[in-house]
């Protein structure tokens, strides 16, 4: 039967299984307020993976996702995850965060430099023990990657759970975007000083250099055309600079962020902008998410790797909030304020995921240390709106509170 079958019938079966049993597992079980439905479409992605279904029925895992089938697939995630990232970009609000300067700069320079201390703390005790560290590293690039790891805000995820909140256009939630804007940019910029590769400096500077020159005369041009065209030419230019930095040697990912960064959020329609995020996540990312389950790993024993995903947890959780409560006592921030806010800035999800993914990628980390940088970030997006939507209910007068 299995030989009948031709890839294009095995890659429907697979697509049938990525779109159909995330979805019912999250409908029937109705676990929206724990989980939502891109949480599930990850955890269903690391049971497809090789770990769980693939040790399960090797048979099954082998005839479904087989090379033929992961090539389309993985192909379709790469384009789906670059407009993913493109998107978060362009929602960086940077002028914003220049008028409340003191008080932007002060709150995310703590959010990300005290998780990222304790990640960094956590990283290298992780370099006792051996299978964690990638064949690729340098000691301090897998500290800095893990830390930086455990520091990363997700943005787009973020968005999307301050939405179920329903404190997104609130007062509030603008200033934790502020905050997360401002953490975004020092997360890639980070990610580029940890995969700079001096034997190829020349062609990574060579790339920054035409990538400013080139941003000019991109302005101009999408200034100029009318918004209709302006999503077109952006898709063009993201594809230009997700090739030009993998050429580099910094990862497509680095070009697709910033792409997305010197793009003006004003010049796209924002219902318009919500819905390509919406219909991306919906229609693209869930293969993705299987692509990443597929790399998840158990080699060092699962034990292992669930301790590990807890004090990485521990770690960016307690940095989070201990960085909130920092800034909270040098702004004056009301009794609870700094508690929601560290909390809503510690979801990671899918940017921790893409950051995790590079670092495998570059071999910075192993397959195990990846599991468990996965697990985590399920953990904490999970933790999100459990743990903020009584907070808001006890100090409902911060939704208001706009300094």
Known sequence: MHTAMGTTEIFLIAMLVIFTLPYLIWRLANIDYWAPLVVVQIITGVLLGPGILGRAYPDYYAFVFNPQVMLALNG??????????????????????????????????????????????????MLGYAGWKGAGAQDWQFVLGVGMACAVTALPILILLMEKLEILREPI??????????????????????????????????????????????????????????WFVALVWLGACGLAADWAGLHFMVGAFLAGAVMDAHWFDQNKLDALRQNVLLVMMPVY?????????????????????????????AGKLAGAHLAGRILGWGKGEASIIGWLLQTKALIMIIFANILLDKGIVTSETFTALLLMAIGSTMLTVPVVYPKLRRVAALVFKSS
Do not use: N
Not at 300 to 314: H, K, S
């Open 76 to 125: 379709i995630a790469w384009w789906a995850v670059m407009i993913f990232v493109m998107i978060a970009g362009i929602e960086l609000d940077l002028k914003k965060a220049w008028e409340h300067r003191r008080e932007s700069t002060i709150t995310a320079s703590l959010a990300l430099s005290v998780p990222l201390a304790f990640g960094c703390v956590a990283a290298a005790g």
């Open 289 to 317: 998410f299987l692509s990443t389950g597929l790399r998840t790993d158990w080699g060092v024993g699962g034990a292992a790797v669930f301790i590990a995903a807890a004090v990485l947890l521990a770690a960016s959780v």
């Open 173 to 230: 939630g603008q200033r934790v975007l502020r905050y997360a804007s401002l953490d975004d940019i020092a997360i890639w910029g980070v990610l580029a000083l940890i995969l700079l590769d001096w034997t190829r400096v020349g062609r990574q500077a060579g790339f920054m250099l035409v990538f400013v020159v080139a941003t000019v005369g991109y302005r101009r041009l999408m200034v100029w055309l009318q918004e209709r065209d302006r």
